[in-house]
């Protein structure tokens, strides 16, 4: 029994986005993350010169993020305290984590740098997705070994029915290496139950995994 | 609303290895806190760390494994045991979940993998979660929190939603992080560590100490003396790094914690206070904007450090223990009122009878996440 509906998803994944099902973005395959992130940046005309400070992982983020944007109507219902923020990953900060401590592996050369150990922390990509879209909402950030639709789904559920919550963007945000991914999706709680499903699928656990095996 | 009761919990800490033998160790003023020497730095560092001898004694006292674990899986297998010997129950069933909440676990063995059967895969949080959860077999997968400082509070604020939502009946949520040169080095970076022990609210606050602990409480859906009546979090959507200047983030959440329980004056507030200069200026801000400026409120860092993941299951255990006793413990290193807006920080011991508190926490990223606790 699900309340709840799934409004639209973007994949991001082998240089190439995807939104509701559609590429709406790709860059050659040869292409580093790097440039590929700025080709996207470009291709979002996001003018937020910021973006260049961050690491992958958030960077991977903010683009899923401006992919859903895309979707009419969706800015509207972001931007409020009652839209919750709910993403995962496998490999937490690892990039930003091997970075920062290769900065103090041998004492001669001791120089960590406070502009990277601040990303050494998951959420922090939370946090700039909270800055850029103005979103004040519920924040969760988790782990776990792969991407796992059953958690998120419990998770988004729990907290509609316990919170004033009733939009979420949910995801995995995974950057390791050369093994970088990202799903992120908005579930929308049906407050009237004779409320029409319209074109939108149910937020189930199938669902879900459909959005990511897509 | 069902009622969610906190059964028990364990701390693992420079000052004891129970709950009770924390509190206790407060109530005498104790800290935790002394300086070391770290190769990477020219002068001391004061923190809150560990005794390894007595730590192997209790694990090897306590644990039955022939596997290998590292320095922080030992902490966290001691505090489940400990809680699982005083309330035994059936935790293995799949109504049992076990949530981990941590800002770096095994981050040790990226720098220096000093174990002989550990892989370098158990850096990843995931990893780490499975081999707790293979030791204990419980059914679930962990669920693992990671948010900055406020992974903690998050942590249990969780645990109360999804036995709420009848997801589960029993959820044990350990808090954990132990002290490398990866977090000093980091801080220290940020000219955020101070080389004396940390003096939350004052005016002379100059920065924070890190500390070690594992932490756990086990709630459940049975009544209990102590009950979760509510909690939430919110985001500044400000700085990554730095606290908001006009405490947005915190105060949203303590009003929508509030929101179902305006009639509820807290008796207390177990405060984030890290001492530093931004972040105890927001809090402030915070509590003023919630008219809770006269709340008798303390900051455990002088006590314990800031043990980051650790810390809000921490803060919260030993704010229950201070309900249990009728007991509010001072806000050690506190002297001379240092915030604009001027909070009334615990200076002295005191017996009171206590029946609700508050506890907050704040964190990078901009997180914000609150609880309010009662006692029946």
Redesign the interface.
Known sequence: MTNSILHSACTIRENKITLNGEAIFESDLTKTFSEFAKEAYHYFDLNYPKFFKMDNLSKLGMLSIEGILLTQGVRNIINS?KCA?ILSN???S?ES??I??KS??N?VN?F???SV??Y?????V???I??K?????????????KF?AK?LF??T???F????TNTAICGWIEFDGNKWESLVYITQKIEDPNQKNGNFMPHTIQEINKLYNA | MNSIGIIGSNIISPLGNSSEANFEALVKGKSGLSSFSFPFSDSPICASLLDQSLLEIEFSSRIKSTKEFTRLEKTVLLSIQNILNKHPFDHKNKNTLLILATTKGNIDLLEKNNYTNIPMERVYLSAFAETIRNHFDFHHPCMVVSNACVSGVMAILWAQRLISNKEYSNVIVVGTDLISPFTLSGFKSFNALSPEPCRPFDKNRIGINLGEATASILISNKESEIKILAGSSANDANHISGPSRTAEGLFMSINKTFEQHKNIQPDFISAHGTATEFNDEMESIGFSKAEFQKIPTHSLKGYYGHTLGAAGVLETIIAIESLKNNILIPSRGFEIPGTSKELNIITKLEKKTLSTFLKTSSGFGGSNATLLIEKN
């Open positions: 305290d923020l496998h490999s937490s690892i984590d091997k920062h401590a103090i592996s004492l001791f960590p740098s406070p150990f601040v050494t922390l998951p959420n922090i939370l946090g700039e909270a800055i879209n103005k979103m004040q909402g519920e924040n969760l950030f988790l782990l776990s070994e796992e958690q419990i998770s559920e729990t907290l029915e316990t919170s004033s």
